[in-house]
């Protein structure tokens, strides 16, 4: 077992989803998703990422998750429950939350919009 394994404790009934995450990472081609939620209009799904080569580092293959709007294939990778936290508390803050409600208003107003004759 490495370092960084031994760091993580793991409880008994997490070794089954650690099985099947590591059945998924060797099974899955690059880029395969798999849906895990939705919620409204948000899915979470989990992702293959693909090996990534750059000039400072070699990033093997890992799964991610992938936070993203129903009608759109962009979104968010998240690949670590560190960063995974950090988007959470950031979506609950006061001033993200209010700021939301404060589209809502904005972006239900009626454009009106007139053709002459």
């Keep these: 077992m490495s370092k960084e394994e031994e760091r993580y404790e793991y409880p008994k009934e997490?070794?089954?989803l650690l099985k099947k995450l590591e059945?998924?990472?060797n099974t899955m081609k690059d880029w395969e998703r798999k849906p895990l939620v939705k919620v409204g209009r948000a899915i979470v799904e989990l992702i293959k990422l693909p090996k990534r080569e750059t000039s400072k580092r070699l990033e093997p293959e890992r799964l991610a998750l992938?936070?993203?709007l129903e009608d759109s294939f962009k979104g968010i990778f998240v690949v670590e429950s560190g960063e995974f936290q950090?988007?959470?508390e950031a979506l609950k803050t006061k001033i993200v939350t209010e700021v939301a409600k404060?589209?809502?208003a904005i972006n239900r107003k009626k454009r009106v919009i007139e053709y002459g004759l």
């Design 86 to 88: 950090d988007i959470v």
């Design 66 to 68: 992938h936070i993203r």
């Design 102 to 104: 404060a589209l809502d």
């Design 14 to 16: 997490s070794e089954e």
């Design 23 to 25: 059945e998924l990472a």
